[in-house]
């Protein structure tokens, strides 16, 4: 059975500090990876995607993401926090020869000032 | 904007009440997704079509939905009968061959 797991529902950090949402995942092929972010009101948005090639993924606004097979992760950094980047994140996995998305419940990121 | 549009955006109706809502998806993508999206929780799959053929439904697709695509270009959704449990965020998304998804805004369904 394929899963996501956000280990945190809620994050809170200040601006300018760095950002660490966690995601694990279960497959039993070799998965395609993503993380979306949700903003209030308005629809989601892919932040990066992992399809087996390069491990670190760099994705829009900063952020960036490490597959750890070993791990069984996918966890989503961003080395300084801005204001906008308060949202929902949502890790999400697609198996392989799959065409539907597995989504995590989603970690809400509050920012601070 | 040529992205994924979704209508209404904002539903409410009665239980009982049969409810219809439209996808019109990104115009070269083959593929539309309908996902459902309750309060606190992320989407779940529903169905999917390649071109005017749905392939795969959910078994959360009970059989007061249903879901069409008859040109293979726009989709609606249908709820019939409606209860409090359908309340959710329905969420539509396309994708060219198996490729990345891009979602619309949703149409947010509240039932009475």
């Known amino acids: 059975a394929q899963s996501v797991t956000q280990l945190d529902s809620h994050v809170s950090v200040s601006e300018g500090t760095p950002v660490l949402l966690r995601c694990n995942y279960s497959s039993s092929y070799s998965p395609s990876l993503f993380w979306y972010v949700q903003h209030p009101n308005k629809g989601l948005q892919l932040l990066l995607k992992?399809?087996?090639?390069?491990?670190l993924v760099k994705g829009i606004n900063g952020f960036e993401a490490e597959f750890k097979k070993s791990e069984t992760s996918f966890h989503l950094t961003k080395p300084s926090a801005h204001m906008s980047d308060a949202a929902e994140y949502f890790c999400?996995?697609?198996?392989?020869?799959?065409?539907?998305?597995?989504f995590g419940a989603g970690t809400r990121l509050a920012v601070h000032p | 904007d040529t992205g994924v549009s979704q209508n209404p955006r904002h539903k409410i109706t009665k239980r009982g009440q049969n409810v219809t809502f439209r996808c019109d998806p990104i115009s070269e993508h083959n593929r539309l997704y309908w996902y459902r999206q309750t309060l606190g929780q992320g989407p779940e799959f529903l169905t999917y079509f390649q071109n005017e053929a749905q392939l795969e439904k959910s078994r959360l697709l009970s059989d007061r939905f249903s879901a069409e695509r008859p040109k293979g270009s726009f989709s609606t959704l249908e709820i019939q009968r409606t209860e409090q449990g359908d309340s959710a965020m329905y969420l539509c998304?396309?994708?060219?061959?198996?490729?990345?998804?891009?979602f619309g805004p949703g149409t947010r369904l509240t039932v009475l």
């Open positions: 998304a396309s994708s060219l061959a198996a490729d990345t998804q891009y």
């Open positions: 999400v996995v697609s198996p392989f020869g799959y065409n539907k998305l597995i």
């Open positions: 992992y399809t087996s090639a390069a491990t």
